[in-house]
């Protein structure tokens, strides 16, 4: 039977999630009060009465839901994370509806969700076949895929057939599982062969230790004798193979330096601003645009407040059924429950929508399976009127950053269009007023800027705002990047010095913004100002030291103060990159190769390629 308590618990959740989504349509301003208005009506018409499951079961969702609500509306730039806040609302809601509907439609869900996996894991064994060595079968990564179907198999054997079971039933659930597992090894992922063999040998170990040998034998074996396996785990061919330690480093620095949080949605931003540099000719050929887990990922957004959020439940969940480990077994949910958590750990997958319904979709399941909690574990829901005005209190306060910034983001959005129309003057209102609305927004600030610089706003005073907002979001690079933009056109040499200095802010540990250094130094060239364009080569090999148009640049102005010597090894060595970048991956290329019109320059000064 449909649970009210926890059906209204769904409807809070879905009026925030519509509350707080973005249609990109004209002003709302009418349909955010509705919501509102909506969200109060749904707590204020909580029924009375005792949960059916524990107070925990309702309380994590909601109070995650919450959390990131709050943390959604203040975030400096509120479109980066409504993603993320949408995903985890869908996710959460579904978790509630699933417990409040009958214990079969989970298990259907779970279903539809093997026959979907099957279809994929198909088309990777094909794609691995034919002519993919990592397949992904429409995957944005393998290593997601891989994540997908290492749980999907592990709860195929959990669900196989009994003995009594017809034949044709047993060896179609053999085949599906074989499927599944082939599919996850035709990833080559090295986070799913671990998550599949770990939680192969979980239920190993429920048989005989003999059992678990055979499966970690069978790990090794496959790693060892499989050479697209092995050259994965041995690192061969990937030079970012051993890098995840280094993101996990650079982002427990980032969690130290920021204990609440950069913000949802700009841990890539943070992650680059930090910088991850790598052993090889080049430090930076790719920027590391999450942090490999999704604890560290969560933490470095959201701080301390994060890590909880994605260490809480799925360890409590595992200790509810460690209490009940007799129906289901311990080992089948230890299995399932580590197919989903090795992959989290080393990657962000639960960043994938289809994974994250999964898991809630096993975790309701597995609740519904657990023996009913006794009275005293359950809670009474807002029996009283003052609790349920408490409750609404609580929730319209910790929408209200949410709601500001839903209604900022739409009033930039009109003075967006406004000025896209050649309007800035009617633009500007909107865009005042997305700014005092959500005066931490970031966006809404740059915004402003921009319409005021149009209608006539004196340069020293943007770049003056554009300063102090640079200072009051040192994790995003935008408004030192917008700055040295400002002042892009300007010949006076002191400004130019000011432009070093802000990109050098914007660009370093970032690889590849080395190219903003080589075009504007290039420009200084042609300005005839030597010193300014060396300035900017030295801040370029700062970061790259093995750029190839940099070395060239490098040498030019030394051939320029007749020091022909020195001129002359970073020539030949501009040379030497140019030529091991042919072997090196796309990313290093573009930062060790030299352009023509380096080439061209290194012939004038008689340093042809060796």
């Known amino acids: ?201 979980v239920l190993a170990y429920a048989r005989s230790w003999r059992a678990t040998l055979l499966v970690v034998a069978l790990g090794v074996a496959l790693v060892v004798s499989v050479p697209s396996l092995r050259q994965r785990f041995a690192g061969m061919g990937d030079a970012f193979a051993y890098s995840r330690t280094d993101i996990w480093a650079a982002s427990v620095r980032i969690l130290l330096e920021h204990p609440l949080g950069v913000g949802l949605g700009n841990a890539a931003t943070a992650l680059r601003q930090e910088g991850v540099p790598l052993a090889g000719l080049v430090r930076y050929p790719r920027l590391a645009n999450d942090a490999h887990s999704e604890p560290l990922n969560a933490a470095i957004e959201l701080g301390w407040l994060g890590l909880l959020l994605t260490l809480i439940p799925p360890l409590w969940l595992l200790w509810l059924a460690w209490r009940h480990r007799g129906a289901p077994p311990f080992t089948a949910v230890l299995s399932v429950w580590s197919s989903f958590a090795i992959p989290a750990l080393v990657s962000t997958s639960l960043h994938v929508p289809i994974i994250a319904l999964l898991a809630a979709t096993w975790a309701a399941q597995l609740c519904r399976e657990l023996p009913k909690a006794p009275a005293t574990a359950t809670v009474s829901c807002l029996p009283r009127r003052w609790h349920r005005m408490g409750a609404a209190i609580v929730m319209v306060v910790a929408l209200l950053p949410t709601l500001a910034a839903a209604l900022s983001f739409e009033f930039g959005q009109q003075a967006l269009r406004n000025r896209n129309e050649g309007e800035p003057a009617r633009a500007l209102p909107w865009a005042t007023a997305a700014t005092r609305v959500a005066p931490w927004s970031l966006g809404a600030a740059l915004l402003e800027l921009s319409v005021r610089r149009e209608l006539g706003a004196t340069p020293d005073a943007t770049l003056e705002a554009l300063l102090d907002l640079a200072d009051q979001y040192p994790q995003d690079p935008t408004p030192v990047v917008r700055a040295a933009e400002l002042l892009r056109p300007s010949t006076v040499p002191e400004r130019r010095l000011l432009e070093t200095e802000l990109w050098r802010a914007a660009t370093l540990r970032d690889g590849k913004n080395v190219r903003h250094y080589v075009e504007w130094s290039r420009a200084l060239l042609r300005a005839n100002d030597p010193a300014a364009a060396g300035r900017a080569v030295a801040l370029a090999l700062a970061v790259e030291p093995n750029c190839g148009d940099c070395l060239a640049l490098a040498a030019w102005l030394h051939h320029m103060e007749n020091h022909v010597d020195r001129a002359y090894a970073l020539a030949q060595q501009a040379w030497a990159m140019h030529h091991a970048a042919q072997t090196d991956t796309e990313a290093a290329r573009k930062i060790l190769s030299l352009q023509p019109g380096s080439q061209r320059l290194l012939s004038e000064m008689q340093s042809p390629a060796p």
């Open 1 to 201: 039977m449909w649970n009210r308590p926890l059906l209204i618990a769904v409807l809070v959740g879905a009026v925030v999630l519509w509350a707080t989504s973005l249609d990109g349509g004209t002003t709302h301003v009418p349909a955010l009060v509705l919501r509102g208005l909506v969200v109060a009506a749904a707590v204020w018409l909580w029924p009375r009465g005792p949960v059916a499951f524990p107070a925990a079961l309702v309380a994590l969702p909601m109070g995650t839901i919450t959390a990131l609500a709050i943390a959604l509306g203040l975030t400096p730039t509120f479109g980066t994370g409504s993603q993320a806040f949408v995903a985890a609302c869908c996710v959460c809601v579904l978790f509630l509806l699933l417990l409040a509907t009958p214990q079969a439609t989970a298990l259907r869900l779970l279903k539809l969700f093997l026959g979907v996996g099957a279809v994929h894991a198909v088309v990777a064994i094909t794609q691995a076949v034919l002519w993919d060595s990592r397949a992904s079968a429409g995957f944005f990564n393998p290593n997601y895929l891989a994540a997908f179907l290492a749980p999907l198999a592990i709860l195929a054997l959990n669900h196989f057939p009994k003995s009594t079971a017809p034949r044709s039933r047993r060896l179609a659930a053999t085949a599906l599982v074989g499927i599944l597992i082939l599919g996850v090894l035709a990833t080559r992922s090295r986070s799913g062969a671990l998550a599949l063999f770990a939680s192969l040998g």
